[in-house]
């Protein structure tokens, strides 16, 4: 079976800190993909970055930053400097391979004070 | 860009009512998903669609069904409507599992439905 696990359910910063959510994950596939998804206060939920089980290469996109670590199956994401606008909830993905659904985690939501 | 398009955007019905949600995926996207979205939880998927065939199925109510048509556009129809329905349902469309990988899925902006 799969699971997705994001252990902070509530997270609150003052701009400009820097800011790391955590993802755990758990399959037994070999072959899979991660994703991250942004869900602001609007409801619409925002794809951020996938990355596959093949590719541990770490990933920064800007403010965004991505640490994916298979030995300890971790997908965990860093705002650096973070924003007002970056206040939404965060979720995490998992699909393995040949299937369609995404599985959710249950979402971390941060709080960015000006 | 054109994205995913879900209408409408908001529904009340009333229990034991029926209630039938659209989705217009991306142009050239053959896969439709939707995922249903209650108050202060996860999406969780309930049916996927790939070339207008049911390609997976997840935790879907027997009170509900899905098609995807010719043009591939899909529709979720919910019937008997219970107040346990109300959620967000959200649509997503992609290039689905082209040569066994999963291509990143695109969310519409969901539609709202209500209960009472």
């Known amino acids: 079976a799969q699971k997705v696990t994001q252990a902070q359910t509530e997270i609150s910063v003052v701009e400009k800190e820097d800011v790391t959510l955590d993802c755990v994950y758990e399959t037994r596939d070999t072959t899979y993909y991660l994703f991250w998804y942004k869900q602001p206060p609007s409801g619409e939920l925002v794809f951020l970055i996938r990355?596959?089980?093949?590719?541990?290469q770490n990933e920064i996109s800007g403010r965004y930053s991505w640490n994916f670590q298979k030995s300890t199956s971790s997908f965990n994401f860093t705002i650096t400097a973070s924003q007002v606008v970056d206040s939404a909830v965060y979720f995490c993905a998992l699909s393995v391979y040949n299937t369609d659904k995404l599985i959710f985690g249950t979402g971390t939501r941060l709080q960015v004070f000006p | 860009a054109a994205g995913v398009i879900q209408s409408p955007r908001h529904l009340i019905k009333e229990k034991r009512e029926t209630a039938t949600l659209k989705c217009y995926p991306i142009p050239r996207h053959d896969t439709v998903y939707w995922y249903q979205q209650g108050p202060g939880q996860d999406p969780q998927f309930l049916i996927s669609f790939y070339e207008k065939m049911q390609s997976d199925k997840g935790s879907i109510p027997d009170r509900f069904s899905a098609q995807q048509f010719s043009d591939y556009h899909s529709e979720l129809n919910m019937s008997s409507l219970e107040l346990g329905d109300s959620a967000l349902y959200f649509c997503?469309?992609?290039?689905?599992?082209?040569?066994?990988?999963?291509?990143?899925?695109?969310f519409g902006p969901g539609t709202r439905l209500t209960v009472l």
């Open positions: 990355r596959n089980s093949f590719d541990e």
């Open positions: 997503a469309s992609s290039l689905g599992l082209a040569g066994g990988f999963l291509d990143e899925q695109f």
